[in-house]
Every structure is written in structure tokens, then in C-alpha cells.
């Protein structure tokens, strides 16, 4: 139908309508998928990575496993990959399968992970995702968004040697996309605060449009049920990133947001950037897997949240 061709075109820009499903591929030259484990009582995190990219000689996928304790990172390209158009999924060759409530890795042996999400907390129907209003912009260099803001996880991992049960672990996924990574750009997510049902996370990087220089940053939170969304222009957004560490604050009309962290004298793993015309890879993204993270969110002057997080993503990427 001519509609459905014009939806699915405009959609091919990056953009996604009111009320539409960003987890859907879009066509563009990169979907990529990213889920965060964090098991509080055990201090453990994993972190798996899946991207589908397009090339001249056809779709090709990028799988990353990761955990802390002991910085462990696994990856591999795959020759074929796919995205679904209908609803979150996501297949790289043999070695990643997932679905809404399903991650399969398979890195070969001493690099596997198999997980069931129960009781999922997805984004709030909303007109539009983290970004707000810019997701129905086309041909933005990055677009960016946070789905999954809690789950209850039952499965395991294989590390290396270690047989990782993750049954009293909870879930974080978000998808990104868009014609390449930024050359430069901040990320963070925390669960895991002492005595309090929370979820932020928070994204960033320099862009370049026709006349314009920019460096934006949006911020997603979620309250227990509640979640609240930063993003320009309806958001004062202003962030501070370098060897200090990470430091973002966020102002709306009725609450502001202040987020500190640092790599809690712990080394990132290096992870690998795609670089999707090339179908290759580019090891720029330095991540720290459980750095700390503390936030303070206020409803004008009541402070409707205070804590801290030793097991933060955070991450910064740059030139290779």
C-alpha cells in the first residue's frame, strides 16, 4: 500500500513517527543492540552487544560478551545478520539470537550467555522515545533509546572458566542507530542503588549537521514506576566528560537531575565500534563495566531521589 511504502521510506531516514516502535530496524546502515546484567547481591555485570550492519556486499553482524569480575571481553564478526521490521529481533549468524524476552550468545565455548526476561518494565507509551520530539527528525547521525528499564533475568553465562548463574539478576537492553558512531561520545546506566527500584541511563555525542555544531545529551530515569525523560529542547541539558569522570545534570519545568560518576579506579575493557561500508571494526569505545555512579533527582526543591550505584556502565569513545 502506498502508505505503508512511505512510512517504511521515511523510517529508512532513522526517524520513527508518534506513537511508533523504535525497536523495529529501520534499513539504516547500522541497528545496534546493547543489554546490561547486573546482579547487585553477587557484584557481577554482563554485558552483551549485537549489531546488524549493511555494506556493499551485504549484511554482516558484529556480537560482543563482556563481565566484571576480571574484565572479560569476547567478540567476533559474523557474514550474515539480521534485523527484524516488525518488532524487536535480532539474528548475527550462529553466534547472537534475540527477541523481547530472550538473549542467546554464542561465542564458542567459555563464551556463551542464554537468558529469559519475566516482568519486563518497557518505555511508557509515549509519543516518542529518549530523544523526544527528535525522533521524528530524518537523518539524524545517531539516534538513541532505552526499552527496557528493568526485567527479572533467568539464565547463565559462561566466562572463560566461570559458569555465571544469573537468576537474581535484572535487566537493562536499549537500541541504537543511524549511518555510523559518532567520532565522539559519553554513555552511562546504572541499576542496582541500595534499597530503591531505579534505572538511569544517559547518552551523548558531537554531531555535525549542515551549519550546524552540536554536542547533545539525553538522560532517561526511571522511579519505581515512573519515568522521566530529558532530552533537548524541552530539557536544560549540560554534561562534563573527561579522565575526572562523567558528570551530567538535566532541567526540566518540575525537576532537575544530578548524575555523577567515576571508573571507581577500575581499567575499561575495549570494546569494538562498527564500521558498516568497511565490514570491519574499529576497538574505540572504553567502558568501564562497574564504575560508580550517584544521582540526585529533585521535584523543584523536594529531593524525590538520592543514591549511588558501584556497578555503573560508563563510557567514553573516541578516535581509534
Given at each position: ?220 530515569l526511571r522511579l519505581g514506576g515512573d519515568v522521566l525523560r530529558f532530552s533537548p529542547p524541552l530539557a536544560r541539558m549540560t554534561a562534563a566528560v573527561g579522565e575526572g569522570g562523567w558528570r551530567v545534570t538535566a532541567r526540566s519545568a518540575r525537576h532537575s537531575v544530578e548524575l555523577e560518576g ?20 574499529e576497538v574505540r569505545s572504553r567502558q568501564y563495566l562497574a564504575g560508580r555512579v550517584s544521582v540526585r533527582v529533585l521535584r523543584r526543591r523536594l529531593t524525590l531521589f538520592a543514591g549511588e550505584s558501584a556497578l555503573a556502565g560508563l563510557e567514553r569513545g573516541g578516535p581509534a
Amino acid at each position: 500500500m502506498p502508505g505503508a511504502r512511505l512510512l517504511e521510506a521515511y523510517r529508512r531516514t532513522g526517524a520513527d513517527p508518534p506513537f511508533g516502535d523504535p525497536r523495529r530496524a529501520h534499513g539504516l546502515e547500522l541497528e545496534g543492540y546493547y543489554w546490561r546484567l547486573t546482579d547487585a547481591a553477587a557484584g557481577r555485570v554482563v554485558v552483551a552487544l549485537g549489531a546488524v550492519c549493511r555494506s556493499p556486499r551485504g549484511d554482516w553482524g558484529l556480537v560482543a560478551l563482556a563481565g566484571h569480575p576480571g574484565g572479560y571481553v569476547r567478540w567476533a564478526l559474523t557474514e550474515t545478520a539480521r534485523a527484524d521490521p516488525a518488532r524487536l529481533g535480532v539474528v548475527a549468524g550462529d553466534a547472537l539470537a534475540a527477541s523481547a524476552d530472550r538473549l542467546r550468545v554464542d561465542l564458542g565455548p567459555g563464551a556463551r550467555l542464554d537468558v529469559r526476561f519475566s516482568r519486563p518494565i518497557g518505555w511508557p507509551r509515549a509519543a516518542f522515545g529518549a530523544l523526544g520530539a527528535a525522533h521524528a527528525l530524518p537523518g539524524l547521525p545517531q539516534y538513541w533509546h532505552p526499552h527496557l528499564l528493568g526485567a527479572r533475568v533467568r539464565g547463565e553465562a559462561r566466562l572463560g572458566d566461570d559458569r555465571v548463574d544469573l537468576s537474581s539478576a535484572t535487566a537493562y537492553a536499549e537500541k541504537n542507530w543511524g549511518p555510523s558512531f559518532s567520532e565522539h561520545w559519553w554513555w552511562g546506566q546504572a541499576q542496582a542503588f541500595d534499597g530503591a527500584d531505579a534505572c538511569v541511563a544517559f547518552a551523548g555525542g558531537r554531531i555535525e549537521l549542515p551549519g550546524i555544531a552540536a554536542a547533545p545529551t539525553a538522560l532517561v530515569l526511571r522511579l519505581g514506576g515512573d519515568v522521566l525523560r530529558f532530552s533537548p529542547p524541552l530539557a536544560r541539558m549540560t554534561a562534563a566528560v573527561g579522565e575526572g569522570g562523567w558528570r551530567v545534570t538535566a532541567r526540566s519545568a518540575r525537576h532537575s537531575v544530578e548524575l555523577e560518576g567515576d571508573s571507581a579506579g577500575r581499567a575499561p575493557v575495549l570494546l569494538p565500534v562498527p564500521v558498516p561500508a568497511q565490514r570491519c571494526v574499529e576497538v574505540r569505545s572504553r567502558q568501564y563495566l562497574a564504575g560508580r555512579v550517584s544521582v540526585r533527582v529533585l521535584r523543584r526543591r523536594l529531593t524525590l531521589f538520592a543514591g549511588e550505584s558501584a556497578l555503573a556502565g560508563l563510557e567514553r569513545g573516541g578516535p581509534a
